[in-house]
């Protein structure tokens, strides 16, 4: 492969040209196209991964024998809260907001986003507060230490009195990361709403589209809540208010409904995609329509709607008074219904379909059963009696694992495996693919089925040192945690690797039905340019033989001569 | 498949989308997102005036109430002044839109004068436990949107001199005016949230 | 023919509606297992609370495993029977949906969650544990012993519980102060719950219970024990760098034993109670002061009865 010939201007191009070597450091430019954009998004988001799991690994390293002995306790609540922030800040919300970049406009035949400008903004604001994040670590007195929660007043104690200090930090960044995160939602929904391929309908959007949009509608609702709150904590820590503050009259608990009022609605932004990837992945592999469409597309919207007036069960313990529990049980529970309706419809799609178990498939499959397990402790936390028992224990944290890591990060890798060849144009390799998801999938589970037990027998969270009964249940959680930390290295090697050298991809691999399917791979600048397809069926017509769109053989022929 | 056609190039129709003009529909859906931050801010306001054990900082008797009325009736009046001034602007008057503009922003000036003066008298600082925190909080965040107003509205202003640049209309200055009226409702629920609703215990 | 390959509608898919039945069945049997064996998963019960939590509990896990054994179950079967042939690049049934089976599906969980949210409710009613909070001003003077005593139904109490970074202090109604929590079993103990810093939790893993402690209020919250031993009573609100340390014991003791110990305990001398922190603290600073900031220990009470630190507790 000798690949001289090319004019240097093609080489210099903002996009890669078919055929031409790729320019990768156009990934390292204030690109704005949306493509460049998500890459940028989900490989920063990665090297985020790789930190909050290396945070993750010390912290299981602690746990694995009672005492304090590896880390000082100061120490351990630092990392923590940290791994915390890392995770969910850094590499969850902009990983999705990658997949939100190179899925949204191909799959509505958008060229771009509304506003590429603003978007390659939102993106340099993430990097700009990883760094002020991660800065916190070496600032006098350490980082934020406060739990991602960061209730006042410990978070506001300030013990060295400095001005700069890890909870500043720490607020600095999460409030930049609001900024960005809505910077991205009104561009996602602006285009969203606005630049759908003709004939697309709202009914004939693919369920990414649909979960995306319901959940960029949450960050725009939610977030600017955690916003004022976190602004109040900042003056509360820095200058000498006190919203939060018992002395002066303030009230510590208002804090958390602030802060309750997003980072419920939150977990809901995280899934929501993910299980919008579920339902493309699904249908594919099984060859089959999604069963019930509209109901899937549809309970998006519901599960907003009711995400957004759950967020008083994370208060059960607070001295919240029993008719508002008894209000946050009634509606916490109702989530159960459009979930289980995705859940179910995605079990519909299975049935009778013609399933192949490639490395995505594998991902989803697991995810899913994870996520069923995850979610029916969520409701188990729902109900008030249970949760003032197993609340701030083990039992949560194994419950949001499964569903934060156990789900969303098997839907992810997911994801990037089934994209990948659009998006790259190189095929990966499905064998290291099947031993990143083996090691995971075992290791996952080891680190969090038993610590449910840990959590029910009473083993609080946040602690560096913990009874001696509760050591069974860590040991075997640490080994499961080192596994997953393992299986890091067959994902990293295909990944490079592939990139590098993997086999062409053709445009259509999985022979997927879908706009970005219709599109080269990996797609041109523009997508579809002025030359749009005009939709005229319902997607996911697996089986049913209608095309797509209009003249669907001009669009893939053209794809394949690209 | 219902087309085998091999000169498809012939009959197809290559759609199109279209790539502006989408910045009103943004600007509607940041605004609707912006009061959510007042919303957070005037539920907590609420919820601690009730709840404080304290409320009034020793040695203060409540707000004087005739200043800040000045001000709302100025600021309110601009927002239609400002509407004027766009039907001008429809109506292809550009120095009719000019002028009220400006009118506009002098109004808002004044407001954000009548506001220094206020702060500068009052006898608690932001450390007055929660009254005076959520006092210099509100009243600063308002007028932090309202200086923001009157530079996008400077910026509209400038724009109305480069020639022919708003013979199509303009959505810079439709959002600027909708900007301006959201900050206009925000100071009327603020107005009555710290300074109609009075409690002394 | 019909019956082999599964069709929502058409004729009556004997065969299929008989492995369906079948499964089911298992599934019930086997979360039935389950839920009974559920209820060794937690420790002792040793309250009036206990008992209800836990057979709400077992309620939740018996549902949750039909569900979970159910679901995850069809997924394998599934991949089993419904895999493709290798080069198999066919196309599946192409069913679109079902309206009926949709709203049947939406319903059935419908009716699951209401009954479990209902069952909470009543529970959370049942137990009433949580009584009234009342702000207090912190600077105005007025501590939380002087505000008014807020729960009417109690056998046995108040009992003060403060709580600070990282110790716990029991000051009983007649003046005694502990650092372990004693309690007369089968009476309704109310505790007024005050902390003196930040926000702590009051959680007996043993007695199903846990509350907040926030700072500027006091908090009126009732138990009653129903079993003879010394369990665990821990911070469960993480509280700053030596929260892990911030745990005691509660002894709960026949009323004999209990009025017997209070007697004793009256005429003992105020020593200094349980702080681990304060000892973990010292080592940090005798080390060089290393790892990241935190705030000084409060230093401990002084008590009447320090307790026993090393004592084994039963859960
Ligand atoms: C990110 C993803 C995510 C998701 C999807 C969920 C989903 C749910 N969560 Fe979870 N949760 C978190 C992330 C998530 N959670 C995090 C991060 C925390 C802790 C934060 C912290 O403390 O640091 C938390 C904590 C948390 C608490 C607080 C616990 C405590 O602190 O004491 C509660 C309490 O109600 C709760 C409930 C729920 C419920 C009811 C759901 C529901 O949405 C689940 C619905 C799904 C199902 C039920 C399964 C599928 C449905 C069917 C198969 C239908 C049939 C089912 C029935 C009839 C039951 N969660
Ligand atoms: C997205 C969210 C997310 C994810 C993925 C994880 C992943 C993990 N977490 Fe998570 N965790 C949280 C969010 C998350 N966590 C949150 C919010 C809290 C609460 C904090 C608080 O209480 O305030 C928490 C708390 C928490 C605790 C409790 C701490 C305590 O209460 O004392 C523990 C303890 O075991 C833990 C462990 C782990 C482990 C072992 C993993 C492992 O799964 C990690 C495995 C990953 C790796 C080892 C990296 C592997 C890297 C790759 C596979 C790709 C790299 C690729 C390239 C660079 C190209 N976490
Ligand atoms: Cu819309 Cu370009
Ligand atoms: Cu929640």
């Given at each position: 492969?000798?690949?001289?010939?090319?004019?240097?201007?093609?080489?210099?191009?903002?996009?890669?040209?078919?055929?031409?070597?790729?320019?990768?450091?156009?990934?390292?430019?204030?690109?704005?196209?949306?493509?460049?954009?998500?890459?940028?998004?989900?490989?920063?988001?990665?090297?985020?991964?790789?930190?909050?799991?290396?945070?993750?690994?010390?912290?299981?390293?602690?746990?694995?024998?009672?005492?304090?002995?590896?880390?000082?306790?100061?120490?351990?609540?630092?990392?923590?809260?940290?791994?915390?922030?890392?995770?969910?800040?850094?590499?969850?919300?902009?990983?999705?907001?990658?997949?939100?970049?190179?899925?949204?406009?191909?799959?509505?035949?958008?060229?771009?986003?509304?506003?590429?400008?603003?978007?390659?903004?939102?993106?340099?604001?993430?990097?700009?507060?990883?760094?002020?994040?991660?800065?916190?670590?070496?600032?006098?007195?350490?980082?934020?230490?406060?739990?991602?929660?960061?209730?006042?007043?410990?978070?506001?104690?300030?013990?060295?009195?400095?001005?700069?200090?890890?909870?500043?930090?720490?607020?600095?960044?999460?409030?930049?990361?609001?900024?960005?995160?809505?910077?991205?939602?009104?561009?996602?929904?602006?285009?969203?709403?606005?630049?759908?391929?003709?004939?697309?309908?709202?009914?004939?959007?693919?369920?990414?589209?649909?979960?995306?949009?319901?959940?960029?509608?949450?960050?725009?609702?939610?977030?600017?809540?955690?916003?004022?709150?976190?602004?109040?904590?900042?003056?509360?820590?820095?200058?000498?208010?006190?919203?939060?503050?018992?002395?002066?009259?303030?009230?510590?608990?208002?804090?958390?409904?602030?802060?309750?009022?997003?980072?419920?609605?939150?977990?809901?932004?995280?899934?929501?995609?993910?299980?919008?990837?579920?339902?493309?992945?699904?249908?594919?592999?099984?060859?089959?329509?999604?069963?019930?469409?509209?109901?899937?597309?549809?309970?998006?919207?519901?599960?907003?709607?009711?995400?957004?007036?759950?967020?008083?069960?994370?208060?059960?313990?607070?001295?919240?008074?029993?008719?508002?529990?008894?209000?946050?049980?009634?509606?916490?529970?109702?989530?159960?219904?459009?979930?289980?309706?995705?859940?179910?419809?995605?079990?519909?799609?299975?049935?009778?379909?013609?399933?192949?178990?490639?490395?995505?498939?594998?991902?989803?499959?697991?995810?899913?059963?994870?996520?069923?397990?995850?979610?029916?402790?969520?409701?188990?936390?729902?109900?008030?009696?249970?949760?003032?028992?197993?609340?701030?224990?083990?039992?949560?944290?194994?419950?949001?694992?499964?569903?934060?890591?156990?789900?969303?990060?098997?839907?992810?890798?997911?994801?990037?495996?089934?994209?990948?060849?659009?998006?790259?144009?190189?095929?990966?390799?499905?064998?290291?693919?099947?031993?990143?998801?083996?090691?995971?999938?075992?290791?996952?589970?080891?680190?969090?089925?038993?610590?449910?037990?840990?959590?029910?027998?009473?083993?609080?969270?946040?602690?560096?040192?913990?009874?001696?009964?509760?050591?069974?249940?860590?040991?075997?959680?640490?080994?499961?945690?080192?596994?997953?930390?393992?299986?890091?290295?067959?994902?990293?090697?295909?990944?490079?690797?592939?990139?590098?050298?993997?086999?062409?991809?053709?445009?259509?691999?999985?022979?997927?039905?879908?706009?970005?399917?219709?599109?080269?791979?990996?797609?041109?600048?523009?997508?579809?340019?002025?030359?749009?397809?005009?939709?005229?069926?319902?997607?996911?017509?697996?089986?049913?033989?209608?095309?797509?769109?209009?003249?669907?053989?001009?669009?893939?022929?053209?794809?394949?001569?690209? | 498949?219902?087309?085998?056609?091999?000169?498809?190039?012939?009959?197809?129709?290559?759609?199109?989308?279209?790539?502006?003009?989408?910045?009103?529909?943004?600007?509607?859906?940041?605004?609707?997102?912006?009061?959510?931050?007042?919303?957070?801010?005037?539920?907590?306001?609420?919820?601690?005036?009730?709840?404080?054990?304290?409320?009034?900082?020793?040695?203060?008797?409540?707000?004087?109430?005739?200043?800040?009325?000045?001000?709302?009736?100025?600021?309110?009046?601009?927002?239609?002044?400002?509407?004027?001034?766009?039907?001008?602007?429809?109506?292809?008057?550009?120095?009719?839109?000019?002028?009220?503009?400006?009118?506009?922003?002098?109004?808002?000036?004044?407001?954000?004068?009548?506001?220094?003066?206020?702060?500068?008298?009052?006898?608690?600082?932001?450390?007055?436990?929660?009254?005076?925190?959520?006092?210099?909080?509100?009243?600063?965040?308002?007028?932090?949107?309202?200086?923001?107003?009157?530079?996008?509205?400077?910026?509209?202003?400038?724009?109305?001199?480069?020639?022919?640049?708003?013979?199509?209309?303009?959505?810079?200055?439709?959002?600027?005016?909708?900007?301006?009226?959201?900050?206009?409702?925000?100071?009327?629920?603020?107005?009555?949230?710290?300074?109609?609703?009075q409690r002394t215990t | 023919m019909t019956s082999t390959t599964p069709r929502p509608s058409g004729g009556l898919p004997v065969r299929l509606l008989l492995i369906v039945l079948a499964a089911t069945l298992l599934d019930a049997l086997a979360s039935l297992q389950i839920a009974r064996a559920s209820l060794g998963w937690l420790p002792v019960p040793a309250s009036t609370a206990a008992p209800y939590v836990d057979?709400?509990?077992?309620?939740?896990?018996?549902?949750?495993?039909?569900?979970?054994?159910?679901?995850?179950?069809?997924?394998?079967?599934?991949?089993?029977?419904?895999?493709?042939?290798?080069?198999?690049?066919?196309?599946?049934?192409?069913?679109?949906?079902?309206?009926?089976?949709?709203?049947?599906?939406?319903?059935?969980?419908?009716?699951?969650?209401?009954?479990?949210?209902?069952?909470?409710?009543?529970?959370?009613?049942?137990?009433?544990?949580?009584?009234?909070?009342?702000?207090?001003?912190?600077?105005?003077?007025?501590?939380?012993?002087?505000?008014?005593?807020?729960?009417?139904?109690?056998?046995?109490?108040?009992?003060?519980?403060?709580?600070?970074?990282?110790?716990?202090?029991?000051?009983?109604?007649?003046?005694?102060?502990?650092?372990?929590?004693?309690?007369?079993?089968?009476?309704?103990?109310?505790?007024?719950?005050?902390?003196?810093?930040?926000?702590?939790?009051?959680?007996?893993?043993?007695?199903?219970?846990?509350?907040?402690?926030?700072?500027?209020?006091?908090?009126?919250?009732?138990?009653?024990?129903?079993?003879?031993?010394?369990?665990?009573?821990?911070?469960?609100?993480?509280?700053?760098?030596?929260?892990?340390?911030?745990?005691?014991?509660?002894?709960?003791?026949?009323?004999?034993?209990?009025?017997?110990?209070?007697?004793?305990?009256?005429?003992?001398?105020?020593?200094?109670?349980?702080?681990?922190?304060?000892?973990?603290?010292?080592?940090?600073?005798?080390?060089?002061?290393?790892?990241?900031?935190?705030?000084?220990?409060?230093?401990?009470?002084?008590?009447?009865?320090?307790?026993?630190?090393?004592?084994?507790?039963?859960?």
């Amino acid at each position: 492969m000798t690949s001289t010939n090319y004019d240097p201007r093609v080489l210099k191009a903002l996009h890669p040209v078919p055929g031409a070597p790729d320019n990768w450091k156009r990934f390292f430019t204030f690109n704005t196209d949306a493509k460049v954009i998500g890459i940028q998004y989900i490989a920063l988001a990665l090297f985020f991964l790789l930190v909050g799991g290396l945070l993750a690994m010390v912290m299981r390293g602690e746990l694995i024998t009672p005492p304090a002995d590896l880390v000082d306790p100061t120490v351990y609540n630092g990392l923590y809260t940290m791994h915390g922030t890392v995770m969910l800040f850094l590499f969850l919300f902009p990983i999705l907001n990658g997949f939100n970049n190179l899925l949204i406009p191909t799959m509505i035949g958008a060229p771009d986003m509304a506003f590429p400008k603003v978007n390659a903004a939102a993106f340099w604001i993430v990097p700009v507060f990883g760094v002020v994040l991660l800065a916190s670590f070496f600032v006098p007195g350490g980082p934020a230490s406060a739990g991602w929660w960061s209730y006042p007043p410990v978070s506001i104690q300030n013990p060295l009195g400095h001005f700069i200090n890890g909870e500043f930090l720490w607020i600095l960044a999460v409030a930049l990361s609001g900024v960005s995160s809505i910077m991205g939602a009104v561009n996602f929904v602006t285009t969203i709403i606005r630049m759908r391929a003709p004939g697309m309908g709202f009914f004939r959007m693919p369920v990414f589209v649909w979960t995306a949009w319901a959940a960029q509608t949450l960050q725009l609702i939610g977030l600017p809540a955690l916003t004022g709150g976190a602004i109040m904590l900042l003056f509360d820590l820095s200058f000498g208010t006190s919203f939060f503050r018992p002395e002066g009259g303030g009230d510590p608990v208002l804090y958390q409904h602030f802060f309750w009022f997003y980072s419920h609605p939150a977990v809901y932004v995280m899934v929501l995609p993910v299980f919008g990837i579920f339902s493309e992945l699904i249908t594919v592999y099984s060859r089959k329509p999604l069963f019930g469409y509209k109901f899937v597309a549809l309970a998006s919207f519901v599960i907003t709607f009711l995400g957004l007036i759950v967020w008083v069960h994370h208060m059960f313990y607070s001295g919240t008074p029993q008719w508002m529990r008894n209000i946050f049980i009634v509606t916490t529970m109702l989530i159960a219904v459009p979930t289980g309706v995705k859940v179910f419809a995605w079990l519909g799609t299975l049935w009778g379909g013609k399933i192949r178990l490639t490395t995505p498939m594998l991902f989803v499959l697991g995810g899913l059963v994870n996520f069923i397990l995850g979610g029916i402790t969520g409701i188990m936390l729902g109900t008030a009696p249970v949760d003032i028992h197993v609340g701030n224990t083990y039992f949560v944290v194994a419950h949001f694992h499964y569903v934060i890591f156990n789900t969303i990060g098997f839907g992810i890798f997911a994801g990037i495996y089934h994209w990948f060849p659009k998006f790259t144009g190189r095929m990966y390799y499905e064998g290291l693919g099947k031993v990143h998801f083996l090691l995971t999938f075992i290791g996952a589970t080891l680190n969090w089925l038993p610590l449910h037990w840990a959590g029910l027998y009473g083993m609080p969270r946040r602690v560096a040192s913990y009874d001696p009964e509760f050591a069974i249940w860590n040991v075997v959680a640490s080994i499961g945690a080192f596994m997953v930390g393992v299986a890091a290295i067959p994902f990293i090697l295909n990944i490079v690797s592939s990139w590098a050298r993997g086999a062409k991809a053709p445009p259509n691999p999985w022979n997927a039905i879908g706009l970005e399917w219709l599109l080269p791979s990996p797609p041109p600048a523009e997508n579809f340019e002025d030359d749009v397809p005009t939709v005229i069926s319902a997607p996911y017509g697996y089986g049913l033989g209608q095309p797509l769109v209009e003249d669907e053989e001009y669009y893939v022929r053209r794809a394949l001569e690209a | 498949m219902t087309t085998t056609n091999p000169d498809l190039q012939l009959n197809h129709r290559p759609g199109h989308i279209k790539h502006d003009g989408h910045n009103l529909t943004g600007f509607i859906i940041f605004l609707c997102s912006e009061s959510i931050i007042f919303l957070a801010f005037f539920s907590g306001f609420a919820l601690l005036k009730i709840t404080a054990p304290e409320w009034l900082p020793e040695g203060v008797e409540g707000l004087e109430t005739r200043l800040p009325l000045i001000n709302t009736v100025v600021l309110v009046s601009s927002s239609f002044v400002a509407y004027f001034a766009e039907r001008y602007l429809h109506k292809e008057n550009l120095w009719g839109f000019r002028a009220l503009w400006l009118l506009t922003m002098a109004m808002g000036t004044y407001f954000v004068y009548g506001q220094y003066v206020e702060w500068s008298e009052l006898p608690f600082s932001l450390s007055s436990g929660v009254f005076g925190g959520t006092f210099y909080l509100l009243t600063g965040f308002h007028g932090l949107h309202v200086i923001t107003g009157i530079l996008l509205m400077s910026l509209m202003l400038y724009r109305s001199f480069l020639p022919n640049n708003y013979a199509k209309g303009e959505m810079g200055v439709t959002a600027v005016s909708l900007f301006w009226h959201f900050v206009d409702v925000i100071w009327i629920i603020l107005y009555i949230l710290i300074y109609v609703w009075q409690r002394t215990t | 023919m019909t019956s082999t390959t599964p069709r929502p509608s058409g004729g009556l898919p004997v065969r299929l509606l008989l492995i369906v039945l079948a499964a089911t069945l298992l599934d019930a049997l086997a979360s039935l297992q389950i839920a009974r064996a559920s209820l060794g998963w937690l420790p002792v019960p040793a309250s009036t609370a206990a008992p209800y939590v836990d057979q709400l509990f077992q309620l939740e896990v018996g549902i949750g495993a039909f569900i979970f054994l159910g679901c995850s179950g069809f997924v394998l079967w599934a991949v089993l029977f419904n895999r493709a042939e290798k080069y198999d690049e066919s196309d599946g049934l192409p069913i679109e949906g079902n309206t009926k089976l949709e709203i049947t599906w939406t319903l059935i969980p419908f009716v699951i969650v209401m009954v479990l949210a209902y069952q909470a409710i009543h529970v959370s009613e049942t137990l009433s544990a949580l009584g009234p909070k009342a702000k207090y001003d912190l600077e105005g003077g007025s501590n939380p012993v002087s505000v008014e005593q807020l729960d009417p139904i109690r056998n046995y109490g108040p009992i003060q519980v403060i709580s600070r970074q990282w110790n716990w202090e029991f000051i009983y109604p007649n003046g005694v102060r502990s650092s372990e929590l004693h309690l007369p079993i089968d009476q309704r103990a109310n505790f007024q719950l005050s902390s003196e810093d930040v926000i702590h939790g009051f959680y007996v893993p043993a007695f199903r219970l846990k509350q907040d402690i926030i700072p500027g209020s006091v908090i009126s919250y009732s138990i009653t024990p129903t079993r003879e031993g010394r369990y665990r009573l821990r911070d469960s609100q993480f509280s700053g760098a030596y929260f892990s340390q911030n745990q005691t014991d509660v002894v709960v003791q026949s009323q004999e034993a209990f009025a017997a110990w209070l007697e004793q305990a009256a005429r003992n001398p105020l020593v200094p109670g349980l702080s681990p922190a304060t000892q973990l603290y010292q080592d940090r600073l005798s080390k060089g002061d290393k790892g990241w900031a935190t705030v000084k220990p409060a230093p401990p009470p002084l008590v009447n009865d320090p307790g026993i630190p090393d004592a084994p507790h039963e859960a």
